[in-house]
């Protein structure tokens, strides 16, 4: 199954007409249509209102939401509303509530506050998810059902402990196996009893928060377990709902590189793919790129849904900046150049109370449709339904691969040395960017995907490898393809144990290289490396080589001279090392010769603000998006003869194509 | 009821002779009696030792110190001394122990450790507050009665719980009418059972600390009800005093700008307002005149009492500074000047054990009488001696009133969006400090006061607008006066809700603007505004003038060219709103321009280390204080005839008038 | 009884071939063969292993482990493994599992995690103790008993409290004598029953963590009691040992300069002492020196055995660098220079699990004989064989001791006021890293040691003074030597009471001066003292001389030209305070006044990188070592004709000797 199917792009936004009274609905579909928004999102906190007592529901709001939206000719996704208990629920169960990394039992508040273990919380979650199933399945205006929203967070209570264990004996199947795999001789840990085993928190194995454990193994034993447990709530609301409609697609929002939760164990389970985008303060355009190609990647390059951003300011961070002029805009765009086939808000009028209540809104307190923001979604309303399902389920055709890895992150990220400075996604972020930047379009994939489409797979800080990976990277060497690998790839097996044998383990064949030690230097330390426009930081791997040939050296210390870049024929292809953390243009530079030993150079390579982005149609037209993320005009030579979506106007090869300071352009 | 009336300025501080050997006491007089101290505050930390177990009570210290008092012809503060239980009473009721924003229940320790709500520390404590009533009635020492010790801290335990939702029921009436005004809808909160409410801290709404809560409604009654609840002890302490004592005035120690519990929810109970002045580390000293002015603003202008301040070092502080010569004398000045009509320290004789052992004392361990503090001490006690009753009962004859907020506070400071940098009392201190360092005499009054004596009324930060204020502040302007508000000011009603009009709310009309968009930025950010001597920071609201006129724009960015500053022209007065966190020369130049219009510009306006204020005696004769902030001497030119009370000596106008470095004259 | 006697230094470290197959041994001794390993500390964390049940002890893992050691001609440092609790046990028993300084009973996970005072956790841990005794005392590879590992930490529950209270009964009689002690009038803590004395944690008395204390007093003898607490579990151990072993020396691996246990409350019940250097980041080579001999110190002299150190990295911490060509050796004869009669490393081999995988290991996971860092152990291990016995109880003939004192140093770095940016350690470094710079050698010893062997006593922050100490300190002025204290020296007595006297309390005769008063400042604030090479911080307090003379004074604010730095005539010697932190240049300055007085100064005082340090053996020959910490040669000239052990070459009286970057020699 895939997203829905649409005339268009679906547009609009979370709406909560249940905060509001009722009269307020009509000034709403009035500005709706003005703004041409096609698509609500419903429900998604409204539990304790539909359910006000155990027995008691009530369906007033949303049926009046459904038909209002289904008389306006709009569409709704409709959420199941399990993400925020009820209070009565918390307070005749108090099991439901979670218990914190610290081993406190929570009362209620806040949202997301469900122990996944609970029977209590499972069993009345999933009975509203199957009444909402029965009474909509059929109506006009369901275009997707919406899972909970958002899952994140973890549970340490006696209940998830007793799932922890169950989840650890299917898993192991022995003690000794648990006992070998999580190498619990160090420190006196080996388990006699399934029931010695404690989840790993602040008052079990770890100190100085989560990502300080004593045991890597149980730790990560935990994350996997804390997927699977919140994926057992998602598959047992989308149970229910395929029991009473087995048509209307199923999605839950994701929230991009969200360590918490390894997407990749999820995708298989989702109808379509669906996020939530709200980037990292003064984060480049490739920070939320990256983050739509990992969501692109979890169904096989199938479009997603951008389910939430902002139209104007988020409200929960310190600072909490405006969205100028053009850059919803650009932002929307960027999002379907990646392969979004929505664009919705959060949110579409703005809460009067509680925290979100300054979060940005397309409606805002006064109710107003003369805003500058109200003025920028309408007018990209209407550029949308011009767009028409042009863009509707083009796929990307990229030749090059970037492996990610949530096992690898966690690892990385909860390991004692060489370095805590070392963050996974800063890692993979610097290689992602140079790719793009360089014009390239990137899969961002699980480790184990086909590889085969790919001339390029690139494995940045890819710390542990499992299964048959290091064969297959070397059948894409072997086949002509470049494989890049970098310091802290191919450390540890799928428990976090080290490979026996020399750095990068599994990889070190296909490297042509050894690693017996390696230096970290604190963040203000600078090591130049004299043959790249480069310094690197932070970790410095101490290669030998045996095979391959240094293609960049340290410059200082007792390894001055030795390689801090390798290249390694293989096959017809080869294999790139790099030992260190360079900085970004050390980054772009040898991310681009193996790129142009592709021809994957994109035509606007020497552009760095203008970001380029194929999709290509289910009819097989390609559309190259152009993307200026300048506030100045971007002056480009047109690389060929092509028609934009946009504005209708053909551009000659070889003639200036200009875009606007943040402007868009869709070539055909 | 008032302060105690004395013929003079009552001098002297917290003695604790009950931590020494008795012959100690004779040391204390003489050195008392060579110092001018004539008042000691005494028992508050004395529980454990006049009441050792439930039913024995022990008054001999308290009648020595007493009657040694009377018979050295000194005056006493009594304290109650309930706010540090005695260790039996931990013990025998745990649940006076005090349950933590993390739910824990603490066991024994430190002070302010009662729970508010608790039965047994409510009985125990009154028991103890009407015996010493009884007991000290009619001493002839006794000059005031001092309740509890800086009341502060909060207590989440069940008892609490409980009187919360007392409290609630009181205040909303209804379930509904509580969902309604907390927009439980919001995130699937609607209560059905007021059992199902919990106080809000770590374990329920909040995250990140007590700033970040998911509905600031409840936050902001939990904050109301602390306020309540601590004052309930108070109230049960004073009316058992006052079945023994009708007549002695009653207080307790405040903290100045705390921001805690609201004291203007206090202030009617307390016979007197009395606070303890510790100014923040490198504060300028507008930082504590605001504090003077906050507390003086409490009894609508009467005097209060300087109840503590060190005559040298702070301990509790990472960094202790060393007051140097002439602060303590200044800072003492000072605070008579802001209304002050005594004069006591923290603490007479240096503990010798725990952690105030290194807090600054008029004596210190050796006892000695030839150290530099002392001296000073001993000076300033015969000035004080010599100025007799000339300022007793003076008042202060303000034109410019700046309104004080509790729950403005609040709600700013625990919202989301647009910036967590902005603090409440630093924008307002930006605004009193202009005021004052341009000469103008400033009450900080609550924002439910009289308006009528006011011809300039600052509102910064104002976010809560309760009641007929708008109204009031129109009426201000409309009979020629001049309101100024700022950014996030007129933004929720009594429950921190959104007002649905255009921002600033109620307060649109008097300003005549329109705000629909903020910006926010990091601290580094700074925003140039053209027409001030200024830049601004951190928060930048886009104005639609709507009537208004800008005073100044931004320099840069999208919204570059709108205005930073605007005045309205209202009935005969005017309405300002300053849309950004000007720097401090940019408020200084907006406020000495409304300053000047109303002829509110000090004589001495010119002279920024030179602080002015003046009081007004019951016999009508005016003190104008001139305190010199600067380590080097002040020459000014006498505005006016005048005699300096300190000095006796004679200034005419015109002639050069010279304040030594930190220098203080009092111009009759 | 003293350190086990060997023929030569013993070389090797932590072994735990329980973690891995068994064929994995043969490469092991092959590998310790080759780098010259004849010392294996085995059985640190087995516990698990050879007690699987309560019942059931399987000692095949040991068994093989010592026999095959005996078979290859090693010997065994065998550890009791006492330190990490085996999953069963914490099962059973819950209360053996500790609470934290939170008030949480932890469950299991981690080390160091057994209560010190649980009945259940101190019967298995010597019964195991004792098992091991009776199997092993007599195995031929058995060199010395290892008890448990790296000793810390507290616990803080119901069982520790009750211990706490009979330890205190001890040591204070009386309830009244406890009040008086802790000074608990002050804020009514007066106790009347022994069951109302909590554990001082964030319950009860502390707040912002364990530095900040209502109570000194209680949180003192708090970590005196946690000291004397951990201290019982090592001599219940020893006891059994001693029942099975009476010869075989005993110890247990200490942390240097660590703040938690009081080591000098310990080192009578030590046959040896031992501990682990790992010496902060960026640490000069005068801070490992300075724990190297506060452990000789711990046996009046005697030599201590380094019993962990990295052959190249850490992994514990954020950054962990590399020890660089070179280091590890001069690491490894600074040990030895300082004392050290055994040299080890933690590990052997490293780890392929958990949190110290990435830890360095003479063998790390390929199992390579052929990298950098294994070459440079083979290497010492040839140089530690050729040097013989020759350095193996030698002593060192130091005339400068520096008192270090834990209750200094608890009660200093727990006291609000006047700074808490004094840190001990950073004060007592200072000190001793100045007359270490200068060529002294210094005991470092407990303030109870006889001081009769020394020109120069250097106390700097001591804060508190004991005994009669300051009588012994008078002594050795008035015999003609030199004794220093610092600012806030000589502040409180054994309970944190301050002194009743001028400060510097009972030192002020010998200083001859008087303090009444202290300022402190932000650490960016600095204070020139214009007679020294050098600016003062922190803490100034202000000087009356009282028969002292003034060295250096105060270059600004009110007390410009007070001194910061007296000289007094005592007797024949003289006594120094030093008013302030001086930085380093300073105190080297005042040091070097110092010791030249008493012909301290070394012969290569002027080459600030060469570090000398003279141990005398047994039969009476000098030994001087020379350390070239600098990366660059060292030349100097040669002050007495001597020959290097290292190298047999002899070098002349007045001959160039130059010693290599990182260079070592020890001239005999």
């Known amino acids: 199954m895939t ?68 008389a306006e000719g709009r569409q709704v996704c409709l959420a199941t509303g399990t993400a925020a208990l009820p209070p009565w629920l918390a307070k005749r169960h108090p099991e439901v509530n979670r218990t914190d990394f610290e081993g406190r039992r929570h009362r209620y508040g806040q949202r997301h506050n469900f122990c996944p273990s609970s029977p209590a919380y499972r069993e009345h979650a999933t009975a509203l998810a199957s009444r909402l199933a029965e009474r909509y399945a059929d109506h006009p205006a369901l275009l997707a059902w919406h899972i909970n929203n958002e899952y994140g967070g973890a549970c340490y209570c006696e209940l998830c402990a007793e799932a922890f264990r169950e989840w650890l004996r299917d898993r192991h199947g022995s003690l000794d196996a648990l006992n070998d795999a999580w190498w619990t001789t160090f420190w006196s840990h080996r388990y006699t009893d399934w029931d010695q085993i404690e989840p790993p928190n602040a008052l079990t194995e770890h100190w100085r928060g989560p990502d300080h454990t004593a045991f890597q193994g149980i730790t990560l034993d935990w994350f996997r377990f804390t997927t699977d447990a919140l994926l057992g709530c998602f598959l047992a609301e989308k149970e229910v709902i395929r029991a009473h409609d087995p048509d209307t697609p199923v999605t839950t929002n994701f929230m991009g590189t969200f360590r918490p939760l390894d997407y990749h164990r999820w995708a298989p389970h989702l109808d379509f793919a669906s996020w939530d985008n709200y980037p990292p303060l003064d984060a480049p355009p490739t920070r939320p790129a990256l983050a739509h190609d990992l969501m692109r990647g979890l169904k096989d390059g199938a479009p997603f849904w951008l389910m939430e951003q902002t139209p104007s300011t988020t409200a929960c961070r310190d600072v909490n900046p405006l969205r100028r002029p053009g850059e919803l805009r650009l932002a929307t765009f960027q999002a379907i150049a990646h392969g979004a086939d929505a664009a919705l808000y959060f949110q579409m009028r703005a809460s009067r109370g509680a925290c979100e209540k300054y979060h940005g809104a397309v409606i805002g307190h006064a109710g107003r449709d003369d805003t500058r923001v109200f003025r920028e979604v309408a007018v990209l309303g209407r550029e949308l339904e011009s767009l028409g399902d042009r863009t509707l389920g083009a796929r990307t055709p990229a030749r090059t691969a970037l492996l990610f890895d949530w096992d690898s992150w966690w690892a990385l990220e909860i390991s004692d040395g060489p370095s805590r400075l070392v963050k996974y996604v800063d890692v993979v972020h610097a290689y992602y960017r140079a790719a793009r930047e360089a014009g390239a379009d990137v899969d961002v994939i699980p480790q184990s995907a086909d590889l085969a489409p790919y001339d390029v797979v690139l494995a940045p800080a890819l710390h542990m490898i499992k299964g048959d990976l290091a064969t297959r990277l070397e059948d894409v060497a072997a086949r002509g393809g470049t494989v890049l690998a970098t310091f802290l790839s191919g450390r540890v097996d799928a428990h976090d144990r080290a490979f026996l044998t020399d750095v990068p383990g599994p990889l070190a064949r296909l490297m042509g290289i050894r690693v017996d030690e390696w230096d970290a230097r604190p963040p203000e330390f600078t090591q130049p490396v004299p043959e790249l426009p480069a310094e690197a930081r932070l970790v410095f791997e101490i290669v030998l080589p045996r095979g391959a040939e240094p293609v960049a050296t340290y410059g200082t210390d007792f390894y001055a001279g030795t390689p801090a870049v390798t290249r390694n024929p293989y096959g017809d292809g080869e294999g790139w090392y790099i030992a260190t953390a360079l900085d970004q243009p050390g980054v772009d530079e040898v991310v681009r010769r193996i790129l142009a030993r592709h021809h994957l150079l994109g035509p606007y390579a020497d552009h760095p603000s203008v970001e380029t982005a194929t999709r290509v149609a289910p009819d097989g037209s390609r559309l190259l998006f152009l993307l200026n993320h300048a506030p100045e005009p971007a002056r480009l030579t047109a690389h060929t003869t092509a028609t934009d979506l946009l504005t209708g106007k053909r551009v000659e090869q070889g003639a200036p194509l200009v875009l606007d300071p943040l402007g868009v352009a869709i070539l055909q």
């Not at 005339?7 to 009269?23: A, C, L, S, T």
């Not at 539909?50 to 949303?62: G, K, R």
């Open 3 to 70: 997203a829905p199917r649409t005339p268009k792009i679906p547009y609009g936004g979370d709406y909560n007409p249940e905060q509001w009274p009722e009269d307020i609905c009509d000034d709403d579909h009035r500005l709706f249509t003005r703004a041409g928004i096609d698509t609500l999102t419903v429900g998604v906190f409204t539990w304790s209102l539909i359910q006000p007592a155990p027995d008691t529901y009530d369906f007033t709001v949303l049926d009046r939401t459904l038909d209002r939206a289904a």
